[in-house]
């Protein structure tokens, strides 16, 4: 695999990082509103239950994000190191 190639495929590792950062904040957003349901409903195991998959999902979502950022700083000295930032005539 040459250098483009492996940045492109390091692109596709971005963008999925990207869409599962996206699929932990729906994650998120659904735990928290059943958890408020579940308290509209008075059913405590219920909000204790979505309540621990709201900690669990967020600490994830920290990680992701923490994971994002750490190859972007890679893919990007990748890039630079072998000139791929520069426009290909």
Request: glycine share 2%.
């Amino acid at each position: 695999m040459n250098n483009r190639e492996k940045l492109e495929k390091m692109d596709r590792a971005l963008r999925m990082l990207e869409d599962l950062k996206h699929s932990q904040v729906a994650m998120i957003e659904k735990s928290s509103k059943l958890q408020l349901d579940a308290m509209e409903f008075n059913f405590s195991e219920m909000e204790k239950n979505m309540s621990d998959l709201f900690a669990r999902y967020n600490e994830s979502l920290d990680m992701v994000n923490a994971e994002i950022e750490r190859f972007e700083i890679k893919r990007n000295q990748f890039e630079q190191e072998h000139g791929l930032d520069k426009i290909e005539e």
